[in-house]
């Protein structure tokens, strides 16, 4: 299944540095301003623990890993980064530029066999640490999914060709845009590979130009993956993850305050009106709300006022960044929720979550037409339902999709599913301190268990299922009959 580009076969594994989401890039900028010399760790999560890695898989991943020594930004893609993403700042593309990661001092594979007979073919446990400076180890995370999925599919599941990867996407594309959705490619972390990616990307593009053509209202406004947004002409798109608000959370002990020292240590890195769309769930949603809500300092009174939102040590402080004068508008006082375009939903109930955004920002007598970017296992069918839900209640809505455009595929030999890994990375630790994630389900809250139960004690979090949050079998059970064909029907 060797890929390859313009009849040129690639090599294996992950050959540039822009071959990640843009939001690692985003937050890698804001750690060089503000907290450089933070040192971290980072754990994997296989949350389908039945699909397991072979010996000659594993060997295969530890080669990839080790050759992302190799890998650094290219003059072209510096050049790129300048053009295109005008938000970085000079220091941190100095930075970028220079940047070679050290995989045999950062990452740490090891595999646990289940019975060792000696064969290639024997299963195991894989297990991933990263630990090192923030600034030098966050851009392991998406190279690291995307390596170990390949993995498993090109030596331990192996019944699926590339066979009308491109034809599906185009299909999947078509139904978005002919109902109206815009929505961008999410799926670097668990594609099957390199290839599968390249021809999803083909595909919808294939699809925008014909949607054009006959006047769909819908839009394909990008895709997360930079590398590939240069490559094909495309957008790159994405804020801030998760990590983020882990990071600050960790680094200041301060639970109660995490999210809004992340909000404004954001906005004074890129500014207002830049990079605006925010995720809420880090520590529940309704926790977020409390900080979204309140004033954020103007540029006048930025370190004076509320030291409790100042990161102790901090390189910089949290000033946005000016160009001339300080405007009428950003001395006013404002909220963050009046400062930010809108919200990232990805846990929990999405339907319940419009009523609680469309709630909380009629509270707070905002008005302007703020956005909500669904980005949590999402298919055609879910898309259209999200749309419609969110345009009713005032919303604009926007789509990130993943796995379902990048890891969709059936057996060869019976045409049934052949699904995806539900893998992640998240940050451990920050400064010597256990990072959690709680998000709005409890089936992707991460992290350490006594940590989690102290935040979630701390914050008076309010324990939350959803009934379509079971993480074993987000993209379908291996071997269920394939409901492709009846999705893209609709």
Known sequence: MAANVDGHSLPDGIFSILDTDLYKLTMQCAILKYVPDVHVTYAFTNRTPHMRLTRAAFQWLQEQIDKLANVSLTLEELDYLRTTCTFFSETYLRFLSSLRLSPSNQVRATFTLLNDTGSPDDVGDLHLDVGGRWLDTILYEIPLLALTSEAYFKFCDRDWTYKHQETRAYDKGCKLLQHGCVFSEFGSRRRRDYHTQELVIQGLKRAAADAQDRGWTGK????????????????????VAHEWFMGIASITNDYEHANETALRYWVGCFGEGTLGITLTDTFGTPIFLKAFRRTMPTPANSVAEDPKTLIPGAASPPLPPMDGDISEESSEERSYAQIFDGVRQDSGNPIEYIKIMRDFYASEGIKEKKTIVFSDSLNIELCIEYMHAAEEAGFVPVFGIGTFLTNDFVHESNGKKSAPLNIVIKLSSANGRPAVKISDNLGKNTGDSAAVHKVKETLGY????????????????????????????R
């Open 220 to 239: 394909l406004s990008g895709t997360s993956n930079v590398h590939f947004a240069m490559r094909y002409g495309i957008p790159p798109v994405g804020t």
């Open 462 to 489: 309010i324990e939350k299922q959803w009934a379509n949050g079971d993480e074993t079998s987000r993209w379908g059970a291996a071997d269920q009959e394939a409901t492709r064909a009846k999705v893209q029907e």
